[in-house]
C-alpha cells in the first residue's frame, strides 16, 4: 500500500475583507460593518502519495496559491482537515527574497539560508551556483544592475539546491531564460528535485503539467478535481 | 570576528538564518549610503549637538557632564525607537519568507532585533570613547549594565511583536505610535533625571518603564547616578510579561494576520 505524504479532507477557505475607502468617515465606519466574505476554496479533497509529482491547473484567481499557503501552514483553513505526514515544506517561485540592493554573491547566502541550506552548505554550492547561473564576473555586483534574465537564472540556481521533502513549486519555470538555459534547467530540475520528492507543480504552462506530473489537479472555482488521466484533466480544464 | 566564532559554532540552520537576516538588515540600513556606518553615529551625534545648544546656550541650563548625560539616554531611545517603527512593518516586509518556507516567526523579531542591537553596540562604542575624551568616568554600576540591556531587549522586542501584529489589520497604528513615541521623547528622562518622577508623578514610573531604564542606564555608564534596584525588578517583570503576550497574541492569531499581509 503506498504511504501518503499529504491528506487533505472537506477543506474550505474564506478570506474577510472590507473595501479600500478613502473617506474618514467611511473608514471609520468599516470599523463596526460587517466585512465582505470571499470563499476562496470548498470542499477540497486531496490525497497525495509519497514521491508522487502532481500537477495543479486552475484560471487566475481560482485558488492555487491559496491551496499552497493551506498546505504550507501559513494560512488556517475555515473548515475541514490537513495532514502532512513528512517533514519540511518548500515553496519554490522564482525570484523568492531576492534583495535588489544586495549582491550576488549576498542573495546566494540569504537565499541558501531561507531555502534551509546551513552556510556550510552553501559555501560548498557556491561555485555550482554561479557557474550554473552563468555570473562568474558579476558574483560582487548588486542585483539591481542585473538582467531579468540573469536574476531568473541565479534564483533557479539557487532554488535546485535546495532540501526539503515537499515542493510547492509555484509558477517555477516562468522566464528562465533563453532555449539552451532552458533544457539545462529542466533537466537539472529533474535530476535534483524529481528524485522521489513529494511535488505540487502550480503551472500555466500545459507543456510542464503534460511532461512532469504523475496526475493533475483542477481546480475551477474553488472547486477541486483530481485526474489520473493528465490528457483527461487538461482537455476538461481547456472545456 | 563574529563570522570567525560563528564557524566554530555547528551547523545550525535556524541560527544562521537569524544572523544572516540581521547582518543583511544591518547592512542594507547602512553600508549602501556613502558615508555607510557614519550615519548610525551622526544621528545621535546631531541631537546631541541641537538639545546642547538649546538647554545650555539657549535655557542656560547649567549641568556637569550634560553631554554625557545626553548620549546615554538618546542612544537607548533612538534604538528604541527605530526597532518598534520598523519592526512594526516587519511581517509585510518579510512576506517573502512567510510565504516560501515553514519557519518559526520568532526568527524574524529575533533578527530584527539583533540588527537593531548591532546598531547600539556601535553607538555605545561611539558613547565610551567620548566619555574617555572627556575625562568623565563611567557609572559605579557599571557591571550591571548587560541587565539593563537585557530589559531593554526584553521590552523592545515585546512592543515590536504586538505591533507587528497590529499593523497589517489596523494600519494606522503606525501613527498612533509615532505620537507615543515622541510623547514618550519628551517625558522618560532623557533631558532631565528621571528620579524627579520619585517626589512628582510617582505614577510615571510604573506607566513609561523606560523612566526606570534610562535611569539604571545612567546608573552603569555615568558616575554619580544611583542604580534603582526596585524600579529594574519591576521593569523586568513587567517586560517579560509583555513579552508572554506578544508571544500568545503571535501564536494565536499569526495565521489570522497571514491573510492580510
Known amino acids: 500500500m503506498e504511504e501518503l505524504s499529504i491528506d487533505i479532507k472537506n477543506l474550505s477557505k474564506t ?59 501559513v494560512l488556517e483553513p475555515d473548515e475541514g482537515s490537513k495532514m502532512v505526514t513528512e517533514g519540511k515544506i518548500l515553496r519554490l517561485a522564482l525570484g523568492l527574497g531576492f534583495d535588489m540592493n544586495l549582491t550576488a554573491r549576498d542573495n546566494i547566502y540569504v537565499n541558501g539560508a531561507i531555502l534551509g541550506l546551513s552556510f556550510k552548505q552553501i559555501g560548498k554550492a557556491f561555485n555550482d551556483i554561479i557557474s550554473f547561473a552563468e555570473i562568474e564576473k558579476f558574483v560582487d555586483t548588486p542585483l539591481k544592475f542585473f538582467s531579468s534574465g540573469m536574476r531568473s537564472r541565479l534564483s533557479f540556481a539557487i532554488a535546485i539546491h535546495a532540501e526539503a521533502d515537499i515542493y510547492l513549486i509555484d509558477e517555477f ?15 537539472a530540475f529533474e535530476t535534483n528535485l524529481l528524485s522521489g520528492k513529494t511535488i505540487l507543480l502550480v503551472s500555466h504552462s500545459l507543456e510542464t503539467i503534460y511532461e512532469l506530473s504523475d496526475r493533475v489537479f483542477v481546480l475551477k472555482e474553488g472547486s477541486g478535481r483530481m485526474f489520473e488521466d493528465v490528457d483527461g484533466a487538461i482537455e476538461w480544464y481547456l472545456n | 570576528m563574529l563570522t570567525n566564532i560563528l564557524r566554530h559554532i555547528p551547523e545550525n540552520n535556524r541560527f544562521e538564518r537569524i544572523w544572516k537576516l540581521a547582518q543583511v538588515d544591518f547592512k542594507k540600513r547602512y553600508y549602501n549610503d556613502k ?41 537607548m531611545w533612538i534604538a528604541f ?3 518598534t517603527k520598523t519592526g512594526a512593518n516587519i511581517l509585510t516586509n518579510k512576506k517573502y519568507l512567510i510565504e516560501n518556507i515553514q519557519f518559526n516567526w520568532i526568527d524574524l523579531y529575533l533578527s530584527h532585533m539583533t540588527s537593531i542591537f548591532m546598531g547600539l553596540i556601535f553607538n555605545l ?13 563611567l557609572g559605579s554600576q557599571f557591571l550591571l549594565f548587560p541587565l539593563v540591556l537585557l530589559n531593554w531587549f526584553v521590552l523592545t522586542t515585546a512592543v515590536v511583536i504586538i505591533l507587528s501584529l497590529l499593523n497589517p489589520i489596523f494600519e494606522d497604528i503606525k501613527h498612533i505610535w509615532a505620537i507615543v513615541i515622541l510623547v514618550g521623547f519628551w517625558v522618560s528622562g532623557i533631558f532631565f533625571a528621571g528620579s524627579f ?28 547616578n544611583e542604580f534603582y ?3 529594574f525588578v519591576e521593569n523586568m517583570i513587567a517586560s517579560f510579561a509583555l513579552l508572554a503576550v506578544a508571544v500568545f497574541l503571535l501564536k494565536k492569531y499569526s495565521k489570522k494576520v497571514a491573510e492580510f499581509i
Open chain 1, 15 to 73: 478570506f474577510s475583507f472590507h473595501e479600500k475607502e478613502t473617506s474618514i468617515i467611511k473608514k471609520l465606519g468599516s470599523l463596526v460593518t460587517t466585512p465582505k466574505r470571499n470563499r476562496v476554496l470548498s470542499d477540497i479533497n486531496l490525497q497525495i502519495n509519497k514521491g508522487e509529482v502532481i500537477g495543479i491547473i486552475g484560471k487566475n484567481g481560482s485558488g492555487k496559491s491559496t491551496l499552497l499557503k493551506l498546505i504550507l501552514g
Open chain 1, 173 to 187: 519555470f516562468g522566464d528562465v531564460g533563453d532555449e539552451i538555459f532552458k533544457q539545462k534547467s529542466q533537466k
Open chain 2, 35 to 75: 558615508l555607510g556606518l557614519i550615519w548610525a553615529l551622526i544621528n545621535p551625534l546631531s541631537q546631541i549637538a541641537i538639545y546642547y545648544f538649546v538647554f545650555t546656550v539657549v535655557l542656560e541650563k547649567d549641568e556637569e557632564n550634560f553631554v554625557p548625560f545626553l548620549f546615554s539616554g538618546l542612544i
Open chain 2, 81 to 83: 525607537s527605530e526597532a
Open chain 2, 125 to 137: 562604542i561611539a558613547y565610551f570613547g567620548t566619555v574617555i575624551i572627556m575625562g568623565v568616568n
Open chain 2, 197 to 224: 518622577y520619585l517626589t512628582e508623578y510617582k505614577w510615571m514610573i510604573h506607566l513609561n518603564p523606560f523612566v526606570g531604564i534610562l535611569l539604571n542606564t545612567r546608573a552603569c555608564l555615568l558616575e554619580g
Open chain 2, 229 to 231: 534596584f526596585s524600579m
